[in-house]
């Protein structure tokens, strides 16, 4: 939700309220200037990243064991 300064000045409670369940971005001269989030949300920047990869871990097994990665390797060179 987009407020204009002047009007959160004038309402600031219920922005405060409304921001538990939105983002409010705050605009100055109608253009965006400040974002008003909810206390203890977390930011995208510090999200953990898994510490397995299921699908590549689907890979594994994949090849016959006779097969060399110098021989695939020189297969798809040759293509």
């Known amino acids: 939700m987009q407020v204009a300064l002047s009007d959160l000045k004038l309402n600031v ?11 409010v971005i705050i605009t100055k001269y109608g253009k965006p200037a400040a974002k008003l989030i909810r206390f203890g949300k ?3 920047y ?3 990243i ?3 990869v299921t699908s590549i871990e689907q890979l ?3 090849l ?5 990665f110098d021989d695939i390797r020189a297969a798809r060179l040759s293509k």
């Open 60 to 62: 594994f097994g994949t």
């Open 42 to 44: 977390e930011p995208w």
């Open 46 to 48: 510090t999200k953990q």
């Open 13 to 23: 409670g219920h922005y405060v309220d409304l921001a538990e369940t939105e983002d």
């Open 64 to 68: 016959p064991d006779d097969i060399e």
């Open 50 to 52: 898994p510490e397995k």
